[in-house]
């Protein structure tokens, strides 16, 4: 590869990832004179975002040949990049969904977005039109990297890693969270302000600039080192940026100091296992099987939120509605100089320019940088970016009863791939019944048939 280049993005009409990856991709130096054609199924969030970027080009001087598509096969030809963050139907309505269909058989998810019977149905929703993308990208532009942000970010990327020829990295932002909790935790230590609205690193809208300001300061002073799965990450070290020092046992005694409603699931964890895990109590909730139980109401003690589907659609609805007037030119595009593509610009960068990166966090196929962990599994490690590709940092184990969560998590997820690739239904329910949500064979059966009458059209492989 080399610059300038061609980058794909498609489902650019979501509100803020949108606005992200584009903004951060037209104020690129390297990336100047690219060509970047934007996708999206919905004509009208295209349209906006199309005004928007040719917006950009002109005052940030981009030198970019921006073109605009329903679909994606109008866009494939000579693509190096593709960059997807696809989501099927009306996001938050179907997540709420997801939600409430296994409560009418007595099954209370703690989430319900990537594990869970929930993860089930978000992924078999949205592997059909991935591995629809990915196989026209076998014809059109084989040798094109597919860079994902499509929860669930798990079995997605397995489902391009074994289903299809084409190279794929899984990009996630959630090691931010461990920063942000290390930095809470040092934070006497470093100087470190913490915004007295921080609760936690769990997603809502009053959260989200105060997790910024801690993420800011901790990044340049600490240096993170994790692994596991995505939204399943463990901390396996953290040293001090500017002299290397061990951190790990004065971040263990100052985490153990902070209040104990401080992310008290990621508390107890820790405890148990040793290891602190990243990703936060509302994700780390999914894959665990201590957070559903109907007796106890685990929920309840840990304080799990779910999330505010109304309330972030209605963000969603805003976000839009700003891009139009940025569009528009009736507002000012200040705010796009800071915007952070989530590592989409670092990939795309290092390898279109054969330039060296060390990333903090990406999703490859594992060939032994989890030595642990099966071989093909999708795995989330530190990578190096370079000319020749994404290469990932072998970390060595995790401590065996990590590792076997993490194995149980990776067996649910493949299945659950290989039952909506297939349309597979004994696949569907085995892969329910390894998932730690459940407990009773009756009752998958009856949560897989009604997840798969209520989305018969989003999953017409299971109707054949």
């Not at 073109?67 to 709420?96: D, K």
Request: glycine fraction near 8%.
């Amino acid at each position: 590869m080399s610059l300038p280049t061609k980058i794909i993005v498609i489902g650019a009409g979501s509100a803020s990832f949108g606005e992200n990856t584009l903004s951060a991709l037209m104020r690129s130096k390297k990336l100047r004179g690219s060509t970047l054609a934007l996708v999206d199924r919905n004509q009208s969030s295209l349209d906006i975002v199309k005004r928007l970027a040719d917006r950009l080009n002109k005052e940030w001087d981009s030198q970019m040949t921006v073109t605009a598509h329903t679909h994606h096969n109008e866009a494939l030809e000579g693509a190096a990049f593709v960059v997807s963050s696809i989501e099927v139907g009306a996001r938050e309505g179907l997540w709420r969904q997801d939600f409430e269909i296994p409560l009418k058989y007595g099954v209370r998810q703690p989430y319900a977005e990537n594990g869970g019977p929930g993860g089930f149905a978000h992924a078999a929703r949205n592997v059909g039109p991935v591995m629809e993308i990915v196989g026209d990208m076998e014809k059109v532009c084989p040798d094109a990297w597919f860079v994902n942000f499509t929860n669930p970010m798990i079995r997605i990327c397995d489902a391009v890693n074994r289903h299809s020829q084409i190279k794929a990295v899984g990009l996630c932002h959630q090691i931010f969270a461990g920063y942000g909790m290390v930095g809470v935790a040092l934070a006497k230590d470093y100087g470190i302000e913490v915004p007295p609205e921080l609760t936690g690193m769990h997603a809502a809208v009053d959260q989200t600039a105060a997790q910024e300001q801690i993420k800011k300061q901790a990044v340049p002073l600490f240096d993170i080192r994790a692994a596991g799965l995505n939204h399943f990450t463990w901390i396996l070290s953290i040293r001090d940026r500017k002299t290397g020092e061990d951190l790990y046992p004065l971040f263990r005694k100052r985490f153990f100091e902070l209040g104990p409603k401080f992310e008290p699931l990621t508390r107890d964890i820790f405890s148990t296992f040793g290891l602190f895990p990243v990703p936060g109590d509302t994700h780390l909730c999914e894959y665990l099987p201590w957070v559903s139980d109907p007796q106890t109401k685990p929920w309840e003690k840990y304080d799990i939120k779910l999330y505010d589907w109304d309330l972030m659609a209605a963000v969603r609805e805003f976000e839009l509605d700003r891009l139009n007037e940025m569009a528009s030119s009736n507002m000012t595009i200040e705010s796009l100089l800071d915007t952070d593509s989530e590592g989409a610009l670092e990939m795309i960068e290092n390898m279109a320019g054969d330039s060296t990166h060390y990333h903090l966090a990406a999703n490859l196929p594992n060939d032994g940088q989890i030595s642990n962990l099966p071989i093909g599994a999708t795995v989330e490690t530190p990578v190096v970016v370079d000319g020749a590709g994404v290469h990932p940092v072998h970390v060595g184990s995790l401590p065996e009863p990590i590792a076997e969560l993490c194995r149980r998590e990776i067996t649910a997820a493949q299945l659950c791939v290989d039952a909506a690739v297939e349309g597979n239904r004994e696949k569907a329910l085995q892969s329910l019944l390894l998932d730690p949500v459940i407990t009773d064979i009756d009752t998958a059966k009856k949560i897989l048939g009604d997840y798969l009458s209520s989305y018969k059209n989003y999953l017409p492989q299971f109707w054949k």
